[in-house]
Nanobody, 115 residues
């Protein structure tokens, strides 16, 4: 059983930055990819970024150049650094991973971009 807990969300003005964290209950990110998704108000959940256990990353075109995904395996924590935030980045942000053939989601953290 894996527990994922996101944190770091909040209200930020356009152009600002936030760093989201995803703390895992075990060393799952050393062996499994970690994903960030988001769900804007009234819309479907969408893929944002992925990082593999050996550090390979890819991000969605909508956030490329602004968002960076990383992991700290010593802390069992993944991060999403978000810069140059826009109102359309407003969403609940979730982390996700697979472990032992099961899929796990955190409960999400709300990010609101507004002036």
């Amino acid at each position: 059983q894996v527990e994922l807990v996101e944190s770091g969300g909040g209200l930020v003005q356009p152009g600002g930055s936030l760093r989201l964290s995803c703390a895992a209950s075990g060393s799952v990110f050393s062996f499994n990819a970690m994903y960030w998704y988001r769900q804007p108000p009234g819309k479907q959940r969408e893929f944002i970024a992925r990082i593999t256990g050996d550090g390979k990353t890819n991000v969605a075109d909508s956030v490329k150049g602004r968002f960076t995904i990383s992991i700290d395996n010593a802390q069992n924590t993944g991060y999403l650094q978000m810069n140059s935030l826009k109102p359309e980045d407003t969403a609940v942000y979730y982390c996700n991973t697979n472990h032992n053939y099961r899929n796990y989601w955190g409960k999400g953290t709300l990010v609101t971009i507004s002036s």
